[in-house]
């Protein structure tokens, strides 16, 4: 009911305490602060969020653009190989794109469908997808 205090506020408030060890701020409503108490539980049951994403969030907080922050699949002048029915095909990574048979591509996704004549992710084509959620 608006205007009146929830019952449950004050033991929420100590689940917060005993969860990040401070008082939460005066004004955080008790939804959120369950919503923020579940995140920090799932957080510390299956560990958080991967390595690369904190990264690339951490970049966008710095200031760094979100494309910039995010495009981390391979560096530029990395070549990625796949075969495809009977076919290798060579990539390279370039700063802004990705090159094959001379041919600039915006993205690996692009590129799948163009080899495959089907939707792709292309990290995933390209077995990147793998390799970066096994390094996080």
């Keep these: 009911m608006p205007g009146k205090a929830d019952p ?3 033991r929420v408030i100590e689940d917060w305490e005993e969860a ?3 008082s939460p701020p005066p004004y955080l409503s008790v939804a959120f602060m369950r919503k ?3 995140h920090e539980d799932q957080c510390r049951r299956h560990g958080g969020l991967p390595t690369a994403t904190r990264r690339s969030l951490r ?3 710095e200031g760094k653009s979100v494309s910039n922050s995010t495009r981390r699949i391979a560096r530029p002048g990395a070549h990625l190989v796949r075969e495809w029915n009977g076919r290798t095909y060579q990539v390279e990574v370039q700063k802004d794109g990705f090159r094959m048979d001379g041919r600039t591509w915006t993205s690996l996704s692009a590129i799948a ?3 495959t004549g089907t939707t792709w992710s292309g990290p995933r ?3 990147l997808a793998d390799r970066a959620r096994d390094s996080s």
Excluded: E, M, T
């Design 125 to 127: 084509f390209f077995g």
């Design 113 to 115: 469908k163009h080899i």
């Design 8 to 10: 449950d506020r004050a």
């Design 36 to 38: 923020a108490l579940a």
């Design 59 to 61: 970049r966008i907080a």
């Design 20 to 22: 990040f060890g401070s």
